[in-house]
């Protein structure tokens, strides 16, 4: 990248090391940047040094949080009987955009993938333990994805919680409202009929 | 270039973009493939859980051939392995045995045999009741089908004929000795271990699988670990979750 202005060619190098983008976007983004005001990319800069500086992982839940114990853990409106264990932060955001759930969450942060050489040591299940020994959860929802890594993480854990006593659950896997049973594949079928309810 | 179709078993995804997924296949006709999946990330992707690790299917794909990624059409299911997920110690074997064909094959080398063997020890695995003796199976074809069968009649280092006491497995075979110490990462073995892995490899995959191994169930599945780690260059990592899983249920005889 000789034939750019270091400043230039830093940026393009920076940028290319965020997931999905490549040296042609890269390029793109750094000469978009130079056609904004002054304010914005202050503004863009600040932000990303704020976030780096000033969020942590909660101590108590994992999530990510500007405090220590996040709002989610702090709040003691929310049921702290049932704990919903997830895999990433954003799991969590997509859980409370629902409105249904009033409980505490747990993040483990990832989910097992053997292929990856990712075993519970890697996840936060011990603190998850550590939480559970308190004796203040009577239910775990595993809301881990339901794919070969969240279904292998959330029967790790099922066998692990088992000897506590506590309700284990598991959250729905099937159709999303608004699909088509015809374009249903058979594993998303099963898991649908396996996972039916009674109506009326 | 073109339109193309195989049957393929998915070896591996990772997400590309906003809702996109490269995805590893060992297919019949092209052996191991990527491809990219469009919007396959999306709830209501077309793709629905064809996609997951482990699902063989019916692959149709576009070769743009202007890139070593291959644009995913279709993948429709043909059997889902979804017994593999309702077991760790299955789960684990499976990872083990797609890492040792995702690690020890390139791209676009088309290998029937090992097609074959990997839906074979797929689908027993589903049912078996000791995952390892499938992986152990899975392992000694394996080496076979790639061409890195170990040579059990001789020492591999200085051609003294066996059976000699205190053999060793290295890199090429058996090895007697003072071979296995001059060469230094052969692994002991027993001679009902030496025997084992001979009957494993003469007789039908069928026998194979009903041959009880016992205690040597164990020993192999540790050679055979030590042994794909050596051609892969570094230890699987699919090694590491089955020891940690195994922690929780501890199956005797499983690989270390």
């Known amino acids: 990248m000789a034939y750019y202005p270091e400043p230039v060619a830093r940026l393009i190098e920076a940028l290319q090391r ?30 990303l040094v704020a976030v780096k500086e000033r969020i942590v992982y909660c101590g108590t839940c994992f999530n990510v949080t500007d405090q220590d114990p996040c709002r989610l853990c702090a709040d003691p409106a929310r049921d702290a009987r049932v704990l919903c264990v997830v895999e990433e932060p954003n799991d969590l955001l997509a859980m409370e955009r629902t409105g249904e759930f009033r409980g505490r969450y747990h993040v483990l942060l990832g989910a097992l993938s053997p292929l990856d050489g990712i075993g519970p040591d890697d996840l936060k299940v011990r603190e998850l333990l550590l939480r559970l020994e308190q004796g203040e959860t009577a239910e775990v929802i595993l809301a881990t994805n339901p794919n070969v890594e969240g279904e292998a993480t959330a029967l ?11 309700r284990v659950t598991r959250i729905a896997r099937g159709l999303p409202v608004g699909g088509d049973l015809e374009y249903a594949d058979q594993v998303t079928l099963s898991k649908a009929l396996e996972g039916r309810r009674e109506i009326g | 270039m073109g339109l193309g179709r195989s049957a393929a078993v998915v070896i591996g995804s990772f997400p590309i973009g906003e809702s996109d997924l490269v995805v590893s296949f060992y297919s019949r006709e092209h052996g191991k493939i990527r491809g990219v999946a469009k919007a396959a990330r999306r709830a209501r992707s077309r793709f629905g859980g064809a996609l997951e690790l482990f699902t063989l299917g019916e692959l149709v794909f576009f070769d743009t051939g202007r890139s070593d990624l291959l644009r995913i059409d279709h993948f429709d299911i043909v059997r889902p392995f979804g017994g593999l997920r309702e077991d760790l110690e299955a ?8 890492e040792c064909v995702t690690r020890l094959t390139a791209d676009h080398d088309r290998h029937v045999a090992l097609y074959a063997l990997l839906v074979r020890s797929l689908r027993a695995l589903e049912t078996a009741d000791r995952p390892v003796h499938v992986a152990v199976c899975f392992g000694v074809r394996c ?3 790639l061409g890195h069968r170990p040579r059990l009649d001789v020492c591999g280092g200085c051609g003294r004929a066996y059976p000699f006491a205190r053999p060793a497995l290295g890199a090429g075979g058996v090895l007697c000795e003072r071979c296995a110490r001059e ?17 494993l490899r003469a007789t039908s995959w069928e026998e194979a699988l009903a041959s009880p191994l016992g205690r040597l169930e164990g020993e192999l599945a540790a050679l055979l670990e030590a042994h794909m780690s050596g051609l892969i260059g570094q230890p699987t990592r699919t090694g ?17």
Do not use: H, N
Request: charged share 25%; glycine share 10%; net charge positive.
């Open chain 2, 240 to 256: 590491r979750f089955v020891r940690e899983v195994r922690r929780l249920s501890p199956a005797p005889g499983g690989r270390p």
């Open chain 2, 91 to 98: 789960l684990g074997q499976a990872a083990w045995i797609v």
């Open chain 2, 143 to 145: 080496l076979e089908v």
């Open chain 1, 18 to 47: 965020l997931p999905g983008v490549g040296p042609k976007t890269a390029q793109r983004m750094t000469f978009f940047l130079l056609k904004r005001p002054v304010e914005e990319v202050r503004e863009l800069a600040e932000s």
């Open chain 2, 183 to 199: 060469a230094g990462d052969a692994t002991p073995i027993s001679p009902g271990g030496v025997a084992a892995l001979e009957r």
């Open chain 1, 156 to 166: 790790y854990l099922a066998k692990l919680l088992r000897p506590l006593g506590l």
